[in-house]
């Protein structure tokens, strides 16, 4: 076990896209990371290279797959074991992709749940009573289409509303040792399938600040809730250029 005075913070998934760069920003502003990875161990093991150049010691990487129930509460006490402590649960994965109606099969909404709204429960709940040691939080990465659906996609819209409802009620259950907030990420990064160059003019055409976020828009959110905010739980912060407003 590392005698380490520096917060921790696991991130699921954060191997590349937003988690990546939310991942670097902690790390920058001071926190070790255990970052989750399933397929990208490549892309992982470059970030802890880079987290690692800027502080030793700073990123733990392990492999996991939240489909897999039986390995959420291992995970968690893997990364106590590892550093000592946990400061904060960031539950950054996620399955998205469409499912028409009358094409949806049991196993896409096994999925989507899975990694959307079940896995980040089983986690938080694991890794609740180590939070409370140290007066930690949870943040949730939810969807503006988890509170307005989006067409096409009523499985993945369902289960961040799910996700959502979490954290709220985990804000209230969990209060007033653990914090529990989330974020609600608008056109960030485009999908790397499926968004055609007409439908992402349409979009940002849409949205009062007429241009797609950044990574880091999201990474300073994030950083504000776990440093910043002792006093806010229970909020899901829309991070979308007032997207939410003309959906």
């Known amino acids: 076990m590392m005698d380490s005075s520096r917060p921790v913070v696991i991130i699921t998934g954060a191997a ?7 991942a670097e920003t902690l790390c920058e502003a001071g926190y070790d990371l255990a970052v989750s990875y399933r397929h990208s161990r490549g892309d992982a093991e470059a970030l802890a290279a880079r987290c690692e150049a800027k502080r030793a010691q700073s990123c733990l990487l392990l492999p996991l ?3 897999d129930m039986a390995g959420l509460a291992p995970f ?9 402590r946990i400061d904060a649960l960031i539950n950054n994965a996620s399955s998205f992709y469409p499912t028409a109606i009358g094409a949806t099969t049991s196993a896409d909404w096994d999925e989507l749940f899975s990694t959307n709204a ?19 939080c949870i943040l949730n990465f939810v ?3 988890g509170q307005r659906p989006l067409s096409q996609h009523p499985v993945y819209s369902m289960a961040k509303a799910a996700l959502a409802m979490m954290t709220m ?4 259950d969990l209060g007033p040792a653990v914090r529990v907030n989330g974020i609600a990420p608008g056109a960030v990064l485009w999908p790397e399938v499926g968004k055609a160059t007409g439908e992402r003019r ?9 241009r797609a976020g950044e990574p880091a828009d999201i990474a300073r959110t994030a950083l504000f ?3 910043d905010a002792p006093y806010i739980t229970g909020e899901i912060i829309r991070v979308d250029g007032g997207r939410a407003l003309s959906i």
């Open 169 to 172: 009620a985990l804000a209230k």
């Open 202 to 210: 349409e979009l940002i055409a849409r949205t009062p600040s007429a």
């Open 143 to 145: 969807d503006i289409y």
């Open 225 to 227: 809730l776990l440093r």
């Open 76 to 84: 968690i006490e893997r990364v106590v074991t590892h550093y000592g």
């Open 16 to 22: 590349r896209r937003v988690g990546a760069v939310v």
């Open 118 to 136: 079940k896995a980040p429960f089983f986690l938080a709940q694991a890794a609740a009573p180590h939070l409370a040691k140290t007066r930690g």
């Open 65 to 67: 797959d939240l489909s």
